[in-house]
């Protein structure tokens, strides 16, 4: 998975935060293989933090 900015994207903070992401489980990954669960749950705690940070409410539709 590798996030590519294109000349016509609108949003290219969508790129930044998918290589964001990819960074961050990358490092989930190596530390359960290294047997470290308590720091790959960290991660996973951290990728949930900014994911509940960033979000926003869909627009009311109605």
């Keep these: 998975m590798t996030a590519e900015l294109k000349a016509g994207d609108k949003c290219p903070e969508t790129a930044t935060g998918l290589v964001d992401l990819e960074k961050h489980l ?14 790959a749950l960290q991660r996973i705690d951290d990728l949930d933090g900014k994911r509940s940070a960033k979000h926003v409410p869909p627009a009311d539709l109605t």
């Design 26 to 39: 990358e490092s989930v990954k190596w530390n359960l293989w290294h047997g470290n669960v308590p720091h």
